[in-house]
Antibody, heavy 117, light 113 residues
Framework: QVQLVESGGGVVQPGRSLRLSCSAS????????MHWVRQAPGRGLEWVAV????????YYADSVKGRFTISRDTSKNTLYLQMNSLRAEDTAVYYC??????????WGQGTLVTVSS | DIVMTQSPDSLAVSLGERATISCKSS????????????LAWYQQKPGQPPKLLIY???SRESGVPDRFGGSGSGTDFALTISSLQAEDVAVYYC?????????FGPGTRVDIK
């Protein structure tokens, strides 16, 4: 069955970088749109980025544009989120999610990123 | 960006009673070329990721109990739980996927009265 497992979260100082990974199984990410969605503690859901099936079309939320980069390695069936110039407001649980159609259907369990000095 | 709003912020319903959540989008999410509303509903329980309940505004995801129903078109949508069960206590989010950025409503918390 479809499984998404995020890793790479942790505590990082403001201005530093972190790379999140999402290992997928049960399907091939090159045939899906793949998203990152985050949730600050006690808050709602915020979409972060998407990489579409072709791997060339990528879109970002304005709040992360120019700082975050979404990518994938189809040979490893893994999605990434490179996060640079991190800010306190980036503190959140980051979810990896898949979209076989246009809508997000499966979610990982999430990885917590805490930006703090 | 399409802004999603939900009402109420929270509601408490007796077991077996109906719960209805409203969701409105700042612009239409109906694609007239295929007559599909690009609107989904998710359920999130504490400490868990969201779970897809409804897509295309009214299509129930496989395995979702039929007490969950979605309705609406254009800019006005609703999620109805026809007979609330204890396991339905959660926060419910609507989301538009008509265009990027994808946007979520602020969520509605459902509790037992």
């Amino acid at each position: 069955q479809v499984q998404l497992v995020e890793s790479g979260g942790g505590v990082v100082q403001p201005g530093r970088s972190l790379r999140l990974s999402c290992s997928a199984s049960g399907f091939t990410i090159s045939t899906y749109g793949m998203h990152w969605v985050r949730q600050a503690p006690g808050r709602g859901l915020e979409w972060v980025a998407v990489i579409w099936y072709d791997g060339n079309n990528k879109y970002y939320a304005d709040s992360v544009k120019g700082r975050f980069t979404i990518s994938r390695d189809t040979s490893k069936n893994t999605l990434y989120l490179q996060m640079n110039s991190l800010r306190a407001e980036d503190t959140a649980v980051y979810y990896c999610a898949s979209a076989w159609g246009s809508y997000i259907d499966y979610w990982g369990q999430g990885t917590l990123v805490t930006v703090s000095s | 960006d399409i802004v999603m709003t939900q009402s109420p912020d929270s509601l408490a319903v007796s077991l077996g009673e109906r719960a209805t959540i409203s969701c409105k989008s700042s612009q239409s999410v109906l694609d007239t070329s295929n007559n599909k509303n690009y609107l989904a509903w998710y359920q999130q329980k504490p400490g868990q990721p969201p779970k897809l309940l409804i897509y295309w505004a009214s299509s129930r995801e496989s395995g979702v109990p039929d007490r969950f129903g979605g309705s609406g078109s254009g800019t006005d949508f609703a999620l109805t739980i026809s007979s609330l069960q204890a396991e339905d206590v959660a926060v419910y989010y609507c989301q538009q996927y008509y265009n990027t950025p994808l946007t979520f409503g602020p969520g509605t918390r459902v509790d037992i009265k």
